[in-house]
Structures are given as structure tokens and as C-alpha cells.
């Protein structure tokens, strides 16, 4: 089994203004994205061609959102990268360039 593109973990995931979950898992493998709760339980998934991911206006820099199957989710990641050899989950920015470069719309 391939590698997985782009995982983090302990990320923040809502829909409006619902909390689904506060320590879910983001993952993208072989071209598609999951939102996963932190059970490993699937929210949502859908091919990542078909997935809109951007940075809200005026939000912490720590937001992104993400359109699956016509659902808006919000996502709390984190502001920075984590230190290398650190837990924690990636920055919102890495989110948004793994979520184009996997969909082959640059990066």
C-alpha cells in the first residue's frame, strides 16, 4: 500500500457551526481526500479533483475549508508546521497545496 500524500492528525473538523469532531484525520491517498473522525470513522470523502480547498476570509490563519460533495467543512489545523519529529498537525497553507498539487492544479 502506497503512502499516504498528505495525513494529518488532531485537526479540528465542523460543518457550519457544528463541531464534528476535535481530534479528527485529514488524509489524502491514491487521489482522494478523507475527512475521518478521530475513531477513524469517515465524515465525508470524495476524489480530490473534485474537492475545493481555500482559506477562509478574515479566520486565524490556523483555518481552512475544504468543499466535499457539496458540503463546506471547516478545518482548525494548525498556524506553523510542527518542528520535525514533533506531533501535531500540519499548517492550513500545507493542507491547501497538498489538496492542489494531488488534484494537478500546481502548487
Do not use: C
Not at 457551526?17 to 491514491?30: H, K, S, Y
Amino acid at each position: 500500500m502506497a503512502e499516504p500524500e498528505f495525513t494529518a492528525t488532531g485537526v479540528r473538523i465542523g460543518k457550519r457551526l457544528r463541531q464534528l469532531t476535535r481530534a479528527g484525520q485529514v488524509r489524502i491517498e491514491d487521489g482522494r481526500l478523507q475527512l475521518l473522525t478521530s475513531y477513524g470513522s469517515e465524515i465525508d470523502s470524495a476524489p480530490v479533483q473534485a474537492v475545493r480547498a481555500s482559506k477562509p476570509w478574515f479566520s486565524p490563519e490556523d483555518r481552512a475549508l475544504a468543499d466535499v460533495n457539496g458540503t463546506r467543512y471547516t478545518l482548525t489545523l494548525n498556524e506553523h508546521d510542527p518542528a520535525p519529529g514533533k506531533p501535531g498537525p500540519p499548517s492550513a497553507r500545507r493542507f491547501i497545496e497538498a489538496v492542489r498539487r494531488a488534484a494537478g492544479r500546481g502548487g
